[in-house]
């Protein structure tokens, strides 16, 4: 396993181009990391991420937007690992936080507040509390009670809230339909002609200063049109509050930007995807702000993994595996897609068609269906690719299974960001009966 100087996907190295259907492969590495060791030293399930594939999206990202006034906030939802976290800030990234959590977690980072931007259709008063505290750069409203909201607290505290309205564009991203977010019958953003009204009643609310736009159709786009007409809306809304006297000191265009999972999918360049924000807002002057977050991350991550057992049934060939659903939850809750490889020497191996499975008991802890690889044993090691984001950030301990460790790698070193859970870490919180306190 090593990283594609192409597209940054972790893949097996290969001088077969047929391998990934089960061909022989040499020694697996990630940055001249080797991956047997790895696993052998710190256990599996373990999520590894490459930092120099972080650091190569990120610059190929800056560099797209040379010229521009433009700040890249981080989706912290994709990988809040605080390793990433400074990795990104070290790059000039800032954060798009969705709740109180993952703003601490920015600042602990390192992340100045005044690059921070909230979002989310539901932040609770002492969340609301708690950034404008921090004084972070904007709110991304999502509805008229949070305007409201936020003009009661920011008042009460003495201070003037900058604010965006999030609008929702009604465009469809041609995404799965649980990680759209820019259509009518989602419960994202608000209409143009709700966000019109705000801004016309903007002065009820002194204590915020709406001088911002938002939105952000989904997430996983791999087409380059349902943004170019979200923009083109988004655009044109500017284009009408400009003229009615309202002045738009940032546009927000969110993130989305979708990533190779699979052969045969193309996710859009960088370049691309700004000379779109560049024609859609030509001439504009104020602050843009953009949101990526699995484009950074999901392909510089991997997560490894040993075959437990093999099992003949009826219909089909099963490989049991000790990464699980609560590991890596994108293939059950979306029939997600990634790339799996059997590490190590696989010449003179049939192929076999695997159901590979977790362990956990639930039907949906399923990685792939019928996908074809060298026949495995117990003991083989096993790479899930492009679990970068979405993986270790949406981990649980369902079946009472600790968290799994994560590993940076980065020029021939790892480290430890994240230790693997211990059993009395899992239930630290819990309290026996001879604690209880009854009121």
């Not at 953003?189 to 009204?197: F, H, K, Q």
């Not at 006297?245 to 960088?270: F, N, T, W």
């Not at 490989?319 to 897609?337: E, G, I, K, Q, T």
């Amino acid at each position: 396993m090593t990283l594609d100087p192409q597209n940054n996907h972790p893949r097996a190295e290969t001088g077969d181009p047929g391998a990934g259907e089960g061909g022989a492969r040499t020694a697996a590495t990630v940055e001249g990391v080797d991956l047997q060791a790895l696993a052998a030293r710190e256990g599996t399930p373990l999520h590894v991420y490459s930092a120099t594939a972080i650091r190569q999206r990120m610059a190929s990202l800056q560099a797209a937007l040379q010229g521009l006034d433009a700040l890249v906030c981080y989706a912290v939802k994709a990988n809040s690992n605080g390793a990433i976290l400074r990795l990104l800030a070290e790059q000039g990234a800032g954060a798009d936080i969705v709740s109180g959590g993952e703003l601490w977690r920015a600042l602990r980072a390192g992340i100045a507040p005044e690059k921070i931007v909230f979002s989310g259709v539901g932040k609770r008063e002492d969340e609301i509390v708690q950034a404008l505290d921090a004084g972070i750069a904007r709110f991304n409203v999502e509805s008229r009670a949070e305007l409201d909201l936020l003009q009661r607290l920011a008042q009460a505290r003495g201070t003037v809230a900058r604010a965006a309205a999030r609008i929702n564009p009604d465009v469809d991203a041609h995404t799965h339909a649980k990680i759209s977010t820019g259509k009518s019958e989602n419960k994202f953003g608000v209409s143009i002609a709700e966000a019109r009204s705000w801004f016309e009643s903007a002065a009820q609310r002194p204590h915020v200063r709406l001088d911002g736009l938002h939105m952000h159709i989904g997430s996983q786009i791999l087409q380059l049109a349902p943004i170019r007409e979200a923009l083109r809306r988004l655009a044109r809304f500017w284009r009408e509050l400009e003229g009615a006297g309202h002045r738009v000191a940032s546009i927000d265009v969110g993130g989305g930007l979708g990533v190779r999972y699979r052969a045969g999918e193309q996710a859009p360049a960088a370049t691309a995807y700004v000379a779109e924000i560049r024609a859609a807002l030509a001439g504009y002057e104020g602050l843009l702000v953009l949101e990526p977050g699995r484009w950074l991350v999901a392909e510089a991550g991997l997560l490894l993994t040993r075959a437990l057992l093999t099992k003949h049934g009826e219909q089909r060939d099963f490989l049991v595996v000790d990464a699980a659903m609560n590991d890596l939850l994108r293939p059950s809750l979306y029939d997600a897609w990634h790339d799996i490889v059997r590490l190590g020497d696989n010449g003179g191996r049939e192929i076999v068609a695997y159901d590979v499975v977790g362990p956990v008991c639930e039907t949906g802890d399923t990685f792939a269906l019928a996908r074809t690889l060298p026949r495995c044993e117990a003991g083989d090691l096993l790479a899930i690719a492009a679990t970068g984001a979405y993986g270790a950030s949406m981990a649980s301990t369902y079946n009472s299974r600790p968290l799994a460790a994560e590993v940076l790698v980065d020029d021939g070193r790892h480290v430890v960001v994240r230790r693997r859970q211990t059993l009395q870490e899992m239930v630290a919180g819990e309290r026996s009966p001879g604690e209880w306190q009854w009121t």
